[in-house]
């Protein structure tokens, strides 16, 4: 290896590193001296705690005198055996790769920064990209939960189907050429790279924020400024659910607010998470249909026909169960976007729940990838997918 470069990653190494440390902080005052450092308390105890953090908050507890041992942590790739998913390092060079092996009809850009700093990656598939935003638009996105691995490898494995297919197929390249497609595998990369970083799997779900309660994360999924904090979710940050101080509060959502927002030819919105197989449509905060009855015969529509081809459970979200500030309540709600959530394989917990194994991959690609190329070609109109079933309704003429 060249010197330059083995220079260049042995620094990229500490800064991304993470390290494992055992700190002989024993009160409160020298506990927030640890914390003030950036890193994180995992453990307390009388006589130690447990702390997590980079290269530099490690100097900065041995300068203050605190720390007993520390070992550097396997960096944050998965288990041998689910080896074909991608961590969050892996996924930002393939969307690189992805986006130079086909930079006529593709761009890569970062839409924000997490909490702790890292890029949040869209990925832009059309032709002629300087005037794309005159085209339909649709956005695809995954990880808003950090355990949900599968839900940024379908998406990836969209752009990559779409890209790679471009020049052979006619239905992939009118698709391109008349739509404007963005996809954001990983909204939450802090948490995706938490949940896989130490030997097991931490069952993570929301984002890396320190809570003022001493907790850490916030819910993303629960973050959304559309009629936020109405029900099914907590304002405890120790919950799993924690919607966070106020609507917007964390950096992720932020980017995706201003995304959406500078993206106003946005029709058809698609957030990818796991598990349970269902096609979720609005209202999550309400047990109410949405009022607008065309817009509610949309979703209804569009979700049973896409269920044709995944199998999955068509329903509006509530149906489940009440959760407010969500991605489709605020993108429906808030900009009029026909929304959907789908919860990916598998069905249940006895087949793997958040963790199915990389045998699930391909397979929930490939049943997910018709819902997604029909709601590609809807997003010029989605009202579109009501055209057959308006004779049987009685409507003389839509109104789009
Ligand atoms: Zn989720």
């Not at 101080?245 to 980017?255: C, G, I, L, V």
Request: aromatic letters at 12%.
């Amino acid at each position: 290896m060249p010197i330059l470069l083995l220079l260049f990653s042995f620094l990229f190494a500490n800064e991304s590193n993470t390290y494992w440390m055992k700190v002989n902080a024993t009160n409160k005052y020298e506990r927030s001296a640890v914390a003030n450092t950036g890193a994180v308390i995992e453990v307390v105890k009388d006589d130690y705690i447990i702390v997590l953090g980079n290269n530099r908050e490690k100097e900065i507890i041995e300068k203050l005198g605190f720390l007993d041992t520390s070992f550097l942590l396997p960096s944050s790739f998965y288990p041998p055996k689910d080896d074909d998913f991608h961590s969050y390092e892996e996924m930002v060079q393939a969307l690189k790769d992805l986006q130079a092996a086909h930079s006529d009809i593709s761009e890569l850009s970062v839409i924000g920064k997490s909490l702790e700093g890292r890029e949040i990656y869209k990925l832009r598939i059309s032709t002629d990209l300087a005037n794309a935003s005159d085209k339909a638009g649709i956005a695809f996105m995954g990880a808003h939960h950090a355990r949900e691995h599968l839900s940024k490898e379908v998406p990836l494995m969209l752009a990559e189907y779409i890209l790679e297919n471009f020049a052979s197929d006619s239905r992939i390249q009118r698709m391109v050429e008349g739509r404007d497609i963005h996809i954001i595998p990983i909204v939450n990369p802090d948490g995706v790279i938490f949940d896989i970083k130490a030997d097991r799997y931490r069952n993570w779900r929301k984002n890396r924020r320190p809570n003022k309660d001493g907790s850490i994360g916030v819910d993303l999924n629960r973050n959304y400024g559309f009629q936020w904090g109405t029900g099914g979710s907590s304002k405890s940050g120790r919950s799993d659910v924690f919607m966070g101080p106020k609507p917007f509060s964390e950096p992720e959502t932020q980017a995706i607010k201003k995304f959406v927002e500078d993206n106003e030819n946005i029709n058809i919105l698609l957030s990818f998470h796991t598990f349970s197989e269902l096609i979720l449509y609005p209202w999550g905060h309400t047990y109410n249909s949405i009022s607008n009855e065309k817009d509610y015969l949309v979703h209804k529509t569009m979700a049973e026909t896409m269920a044709k081809w995944n199998g999955y459970r068509p329903q509006q979200s509530s149906d489940l169960y009440i959760a407010s500030g969500d991605t489709t309540d605020w993108s429906y709600g808030a900009h009029g976007i026909i929304s959907f959530t789908f919860e990916l394989d598998p069905a249940t917990i006895w087949e793997g729940g958040f963790y199915p194994g990389q045998d699930f991959i391909d397979p929930t690609f490939r049943k997910n990838l018709e819902p997604c190329l029909y709601l590609i070609d809807m997003a010029d109109n989605p009202y579109r997918s009501l055209q057959s079933k308006s004779q049987k309704l009685g409507f003389q003429h839509l109104q789009f």
